[in-house]
Structures are given as structure tokens and as C-alpha cells.
């Protein structure tokens, strides 16, 4: 079985993130090339991550699994665990791309639903002060790059941080970035386009709130009343 965790290291790394059907095409021939039991569930699956883990800390890896709103899908992220802005784009670019990288990382938290709109990702405000300013043609390569690695997410002509970003630059984001980007109250982890408060607009997970609302039927933020459906979210990028 060793020989299939470290094989499907190697393909998490290839992918940066992975959803379930995914996973189970990489599975699948994997461990019947290896004659091993593929995980048969996701909880088998986790079980496996979990396993994983446990033998790649060390190496300042780590496999994570989040929901992604946006997508309406779980993925499983490979991230280094000690990864800032400059050290993500800093492998074989030049010093204004990996600026480049940084100022568009910055520009999309700062906005209050965390997207821009695409054309905004090219602008040269973004390398303004620059003395040698990345050109149009090479801006839409790196953000293709960065948008396969998992860092920004394209949908409906808007750019989103990506699965990657929440996982691997959660500690810059949500220490740099406090205005827009915060953890859910209930599990401390990092809450985007999800569902909030009627009242206070706080943000939480959707399993979050409805685990709690199961037990009281108040906001754990304001102690109000809680009148926001679960089915849906409130944000306004929805």
C-alpha cells in the first residue's frame, strides 16, 4: 500500500487539487497495478488522506480537504505547509511576475466577495511603480498557471481565489485581509460565499450553522433570531 500512497502524492502534487471523481480515477488504476483495495467510499478515502498525512508533515506537505462554494464541490488540495505569496510564484519567474502574482492575490481578498472581474486580473494598476511591467500576453499565461494550480478559480467571467489559496496562504489571508476574510465561528476555519446571519451578516459554514441550529435557533454571533434559510446562500456573489 506504500507504493500507492506515495503514487498518489505524486498525482496531488501533478493536480494541486483534486474532486472526487478525480481521486477516483487516480485510484482506481493505481491500486489495481499495485493489487490493493481501492478506498470505497470518501470516508475511505479520508481515512486514507489522514494516513498520508501522517507520513508527509515532515516534509512540510499536507493534503486538505475543502468545500468550495463556488464550485459547490469538496476538493482535495495538495499544500505546502509553510507557503506565502512570494514563495508560491517565486519558481522560474522574474521578479515583477512574482509581484505580479502578490498584487492580484491582494487585489481579489480586498474585495468584499473575494472576486474581480476577469479583465480587472490584466490591469497595469496592479504593476504600477514596476520598471519592467509584465506584458497583457504573459498576465493571461501566468493566471492560466496559477488558475490549473488551484490559486484562482474562473467562473462567469469573474476571478475567485481558489481552492489552493484558502488552504496553503490561509494564514496570510486571513491576517492580512481581516475585513473581508475570516474564520467561521463555529469551526475556526476559513468561511468564504457561504451562508450569513439576517442580522449581524456574520459568515459561517453552512454544515456549521445548520449542525448548531439543530440544538438552538439563534445566531451564535448576535443571539438573534436565525431567519436565513439554509438552501441558499447570502452572499451577494451568489
Not at 475511505?44 to 498520508?52: F, Y
Not at 496562504?169 to 446571519?197: A, G, P, Q
Amino acid at each position: 500500500m506504500d507504493v500507492v500512497k506515495r503514487g498518489f502524492v505524486r498525482a496531488c502534487k501533478n493536480h494541486s487539487y483534486l474532486s472526487y471523481e478525480l481521486i477516483d480515477n487516480i485510484l482506481g488504476p493505481l491500486c489495481a497495478r499495485h493489487q490493493v483495495s481501492k478506498p470505497s467510499s470518501k470516508e475511505d478515502v479520508k481515512a486514507l488522506v489522514g494516513e498520508i498525512n501522517d507520513s508527509i508533515s515532515d516534509l512540510g506537505q499536507s493534503l486538505v480537504f475543502i468545500k468550495y462554494p463556488i464550485k459547490a464541490e469538496e476538493y482535495l488540495v495538495y499544500a505546502k505547509t509553510d507557503a506565502t505569496p512570494d514563495s508560491v510564484a517565486s519558481t522560474g519567474l522574474t521578479a515583477e511576475e512574482c509581484q505580479y502574482f502578490s498584487k492580484l492575490l491582494d487585489k481579489i481578498a480586498a474585495e468584499e466577495d473575494c472576486h474581480i472581474p476577469w479583465n480587472a486580473a490584466y490591469s497595469e494598476l496592479l504593476l504600477q511603480g514596476s520598471s519592467k511591467p509584465v506584458k497583457k500576453s504573459r498576465m493571461q499565461e501566468l493566471l492560466h498557471k496559477w488558475t490549473q494550480m488551484g490559486y484562482f478559480m474562473e467562473l462567469d467571467e469573474r476571478i475567485y481565489l481558489g481552492p489552493r489559496s484558502l488552504v496553503e496562504l490561509n494564514f496570510y489571508l486571513t491576517s492580512h485581509h481581516t475585513e473581508h476574510i475570516k474564520n467561521c465561528m463555529l469551526c475556526k476555519c476559513l468561511v468564504l460565499w457561504d451562508i450569513r446571519c439576517g442580522s449581524c451578516h456574520i459568515q459561517f459554514h453552512r454544515e456549521c450553522i445548520h449542525t448548531y441550529l439543530q440544538r438552538r435557533d439563534i445566531c451564535p454571533s448576535c443571539g438573534n433570531l436565525w431567519t436565513t434559510p439554509l438552501r441558499r446562500s447570502t452572499s451577494s456573489s451568489s
